[in-house]
């Protein structure tokens, strides 16, 4: 058998080539060639775009725990502060727009495995549609899009885990994908992965990635996250509780159109609610970003037994439960900031630096499921 070579590849990138020879029956010569890279030899390094509070940053560690940042790009303060909590030693780049590609040639000649984030969607999801706003990637904040593709171009990173709104159009999906694959012609995978898959919120989200991503249903059966695991006590959730006035308002009818039936809900008691139907009464119950703690709703459910999606804003039913753990009825109240971060993945506390709940909110509606982050880094590992 002859003996493994090596050959050094450009910027560090070794290949063993291990050529074996075996001889058949017929003194027939077969070559088996064998490939292996580097890329576990050293820590994962890896540049952080549009990173929030950092989300992607704390998949990427329970994947690869001895991953190197090369940088970080975020411009918001709180997100900053949360941020700069956690990974007090990453560098901020700042605006991508402003970040120079002489510090971007720096870090391509430093070396970069990995480019990691999630642009804005602003201009991109079906509630802009609906605003009246089809700009899409020209979107004042969705063009950012174009940013990331210089960064990129300049970093040329080995890989890519770029993350959107699965609501926008498929015009603007094709058009995100073709830039991608003109980048790295090898090839681009979009994938549509919804954090209902690992847990109680649904959330569904496109990625593209430089590899393929096992589809979840594809995975052996794991523990999955339950409400249970979610939940606040029911003796620490009076902060949260709505305001008589504010259920009263949600019961007023949401347009002018009939139905043959509609929800609304009355008083059992104090901060005990129910729901009664009203015929011919379209009520905002079910209407608005609310979920429900049970398996089987009385209402429009988003589905059955899930959390709808946390979001960033604010008003309406946005982030508001309907928690049943009570005998004659159910409580209507907010989530709460830990229970969100428990519906993200994020460890307990994780945003507690910020003083009040609606800003930590606002952060966590606005950044990834871990646990999904987790599950496609887990096929990156695996290359």
Sequence with gaps: MAQPRSLELGRGLVIKIIRR??????????????????????????????????????????????????????VKPTAIKVYEHHFPRHTNLGDISKISDYRLQKIWRD????????????????????????RGLDGAESCLFYQLI?????????????????????????????CLNRVF???????????????????????????PVTPPSALPRQAMQRWSDVLLPVNEIGPYLLSDNWVYNTNRVYNNQPRSQGHIAVKEGSKVWKFRNRRGHHSRWG????????????YESYPVGKSRPVVGSTGGTTNILVDRR????????????LECERLFHFPDDYTNIITYKTPRTNLLGNSVVVKVVEHLLHDLDGL
């Design 21 to 74: 020879v075996e001889f058949t029956d017929n003194c027939f010569q077969k070559i088996k060639l064998s490939l292996k890279t580097n890329m576990t030899d050293k820590p994962l390094r890896y540049l952080s775009l549009f990173s929030g509070i950092g989300g992607f940053e704390v998949a990427i560690h329970r994947v690869f725990p001895e991953a190197e940042c090369v940088g970080y790009s975020e």
């Design 111 to 134: 070396g970069c495995d990995l480019v990691v984030g999630g642009f804005p969607c602003t201009n991109l999801t079906s509630l802009a549609r609906i605003a009246g706003d089809s």
């Design 150 to 178: 210089r960064v990129l171009r300049v970093v040329r990173p080995r890989h890519f885990v770029i993350e959107n709104n699965a609501s926008m159009s498929g015009r603007n999906r094709d058009l995100i994908t073709q």
């Design 185 to 211: 012609q090898t090839g681009v995978h979009c994938t549509l992965l919804d954090a209902a898959s690992f847990g109680v919120q649904t959330r569904r989200r496109l990625f593209w990635t430089t590899f």
């Design 287 to 298: 209407k608005g970003m609310l979920s429900d703690t049970m398996q089987i709703q009385e």
């Design 326 to 337: 009570c005998d004659n009825g159910f409580y209507i109240r907010q989530l709460s900031p």
